[in-house]
């Protein structure tokens, strides 16, 4: 999950899957729909007229299944969500790299319409901004394909060895559970040896950020599984000023991907669609 300050999961990810992106499909890039896509019959769709010859879409693209650079282009889950919000809107949304912790400001002060960062929803960051939840994600365990075993939260370590990358929530929370049982909590210097361990037997399971986890699993040609459910689960939202007039139209753009098939076809696509919403929700935090 993406906070302000030094994120485990801009840690993780960005070095976590070098060797696995390689296999990654490009996907959405940085897209253009053609503003002749109308809105489907719905007045919701409509975007204020200060938008309507096109929209900037903030993306720290250093985030891999959600955001990252491939080849010279925004890819990963995100930006296949913004190329379908745009055909339905009939807007242009043109995706900008920008770095994570100036994003907020950026929409506040107008520079950017849209951030699409794989923002967490918090009760803090929705006075400043509005958001809308299009996912949720956590922390996740996976395993070898062949084991049997099911891992469902940090209780569920005791009596196992888990890998997990050094400096990342997980292993502070795989360490935190070691002191109340056993637990062989194996770190590494990055994602690949923790995975590597994994599937060598020295480890029991592997521990990530869900979406993350999902994104090893489904890039792995079978070697693994994910085992248990997301825990310590949040919401991801788009984030737009407060007043923009964006929130309206987003929402309806997203019942209406997700009401067509798309929101799951670009989830699955990615192995993310365990974090699948069923509907969109405005300023969905809990806290």
């Known amino acids: 999950m993406r906070t302000f300050g030094a994120s485990r999961t801009k840690q993780v990810t960005a070095a976590a899957v070098a060797a696995l992106c390689a296999a990654a499909g490009s996907g959405g890039g940085v897209a253009w729909a053609s503003?002749?896509?109308a809105h489907y019959g719905n007045p919701a769709l409509k975007v204020p007229a200060k938008y309507a010859h096109g929209i900037r879409v903030a993306v720290d693209a250093t985030y891999p299944p959600d955001e990252f650079m491939k080849g010279g282009?925004?890819?990963g889950f995100d930006a296949d969500l913004a190329q379908a919000l745009s055909k339905v809107l009939g807007v242009k949304l043109q995706l900008q790299d920008a770095t994570f912790d100036t994003i907020?400001?950026?929409v506040e002060d107008?520079?950017?319409g849209i951030g699409d960062s794989s923002f967490t929803d918090t009760k803090a960051r929705e006075k400043a901004v509005d958001f809308v939840d299009y996912f949720v994600a956590g922390e996740g365990f996976y395993e070898k394909a062949g084991n049997h075993e099911v891992f469902n939260g940090l209780k569920s370590l005791c009596g196992h060895s888990?890998?997990?990358e050094t400096g990342t929530t997980e292993q502070t929370d795989a360490q935190a559970q070691a002191k109340h049982c056993k637990v062989n909590v194996l770190s590494f210097a990055d994602q690949n040896q923790a995975n590597l361990a994994v599937s060598s037997g020295r480890a029991d399971?592997?521990?990530a950020d869900s979406q993350v986890a999902a994104y090893i699993v489904h890039l792995s040609n079978g070697q693994f599984k994910?085992?248990?459910k997301p825990f310590s689960t949040a919401p991801y939202g788009f984030i737009v000023a407060k007043n923009s007039g964006l929130v309206r139209p987003l929402v309806?753009?997203?019942?209406t991907i997700m009401g067509n098939g798309e929101y799951m076809k670009i989830l699955t696509k990615w192995g993310v669609q365990q974090g699948a919403v069923p509907v969109p929700k405005v300023n969905g935090a809990s806290s």
């Open 35 to 37: 503003p002749a896509a």
């Open 73 to 75: 282009k925004i890819v």
């Open 104 to 106: 907020i400001t950026g």
């Open 110 to 112: 107008g520079k950017y």
């Open 162 to 164: 888990v890998a997990v």
């Open 205 to 207: 399971l592997g521990f």
């Open 226 to 228: 994910l085992t248990g």
């Open 252 to 255: 309806a753009a997203f019942k």
